[in-house]
């Protein structure tokens, strides 16, 4: 069977503290549930969670949905963003089975990123890193003053902002993340194609503002 690898790379630095970081549990958990709603996703999506800080830590590694269970997840720290690249491209080409002249492989990966900070360390050294592995599509959800031009660099075209780290807003991008995983799980299963760009996602809803188009 041919996975689609699904990488949720989370923001959990400090300034997450609160509300935030406890709306970001709640929507990892909604995300699941409604995932395993389809039975599209139910046999095709697998899901990884990696947290940044101090340090990147993935914190489920690639799982299928019925027996992924969502992580704890706390805020501390600065915002690794650099080692996260670096941490889920190495989980990627350990994890991800590629494709030869006698096995179809995973389908691409789809990448979530969020973050509502300033990366503190060099993520452009590891952006070379993440560049080395073969993505479906990667989007950057960047959360009130988060830097949009970092994230398009390593997103392209697929960057989105909430302007705001409220329930509401927050809940919102992972209904909009589920929808898209559902979305890239009936295209993959359907017409044998990758994910490749937001536009073939689901529109964003009103929350979320698309900032790389």
């Known amino acids: 069977m041919r996975r689609l690898p699904v990488y949720l790379v ?32 139910l046999e095709t999506a697998y899901l990884s969670v990696i947290g940044f800080g101090n340090s990147a830590t993935q914190l489920v590694p690639l799982t299928e949905l019925s027996a992924f269970q969502p992580p704890g997840l706390s805020a501390s720290g600065t915002t690794a963003f650099g080692e996260a690249l670096q941490l889920v ?6 994890e991800v089975t590629k494709s030869s002249a006698s096995v179809k492989g995973d389908w691409k990966p789809m990448v979530f990123i969020m973050t509502d900070g300033q990366p503190t360390d060099d993520w452009k050294k590891a952006l070379g ?20 031009a970092v994230l398009a660099e390593v ?3 697929a960057v989105v902002r909430l302007n ?19 979305t890239g799980s009936q295209k993959v299963e359907t017409s044998h194609n990758d994910v490749g ?5 689901p529109p964003p809803p009103p929350e979320i503002d698309v900032v790389g188009l």
Do not use: H
């Open 10 to 41: 989370l923001d959990t630095s400090g300034s997450m503290t609160g509300e935030p970081i406890e709306q970001v549990k709640n929507g990892v958990q909604m995300l699941v549930s409604a995932l395993r709603q389809d039975p599209y996703a």
């Open 89 to 94: 491209a190495e989980r990627a080409s350990q």
């Open 129 to 148: 890193r993440f560049r080395q592995e073969k993505w479906g599509i990667v989007v950057g959800c960047a959360v009130d003053s988060a830097d949009t």
């Open 155 to 157: 997103c392209g075209e």
């Open 164 to 182: 705001s780290a409220d329930s509401g807003a927050i809940a919102a991008f992972f209904k909009w993340v589920s929808a898209s995983i559902s």
């Open 197 to 201: 760009g937001l536009s073939e996602l």
